[in-house]
């Protein structure tokens, strides 16, 4: 069983329909990343695709994350068991940390070769939810 801290999580009963446009949203910055050329646009919208699922399964299991510090990592490691995938909390807080640094120091600028293997990582994250085939 998941323990959803409430100190980073509220109970919530959502409907189906909120999940799905949490879905919905998910699927759309995973396109973006998917149709870019450009590694920074890829690796954003790949981020923004995880952490967005990451919601969407919460939700689905009735829990809305609270918006305070460190909810991002809560997110991963929420995902992480609920997709029974240990490698969210590795790969996921690579990019996390990775995202940090561009935000916040303006020092991060990803190369193309790992944006593309980012995004992979989280398509494959979407197949594993059952979410996309592709």
Avoid: C, W
């Avoid at 100190?7 to 910055?29: C, N, T, V």
């Amino acid at each position: 069983m998941i323990n959803f801290e409430s100190q980073y999580f509220q109970k919530l009963a959502f409907k189906e329909e909120q999940i799905e446009q949490f879905l919905k949203s998910a699927l759309h910055d995973l396109e973006i990343a998917r149709v870019s050329d450009i590694p920074d646009v890829v690796f954003k919208f790949s981020y923004d695709a995880l952490i967005k699922l990451g919601i969407a399964l919460i939700a689905g299991k009735g829990y809305k994350i609270r918006s305070t510090a460190g909810h991002h990592v809560k997110i991963l490691e929420k995902l992480s068991q609920i997709l029974k995938d240990e490698d969210i909390l590795v790969f996921g807080n690579k990019m996390r940390q990775e995202r940090n640094l561009n935000l916040y120091n303006g020092g991060f600028f990803v190369a193309e070769k790992d944006s593309r293997e980012y995004l992979s990582f989280v398509k494959g994250l979407f197949r594993k939810a059952d979410i996309i085939t592709l």
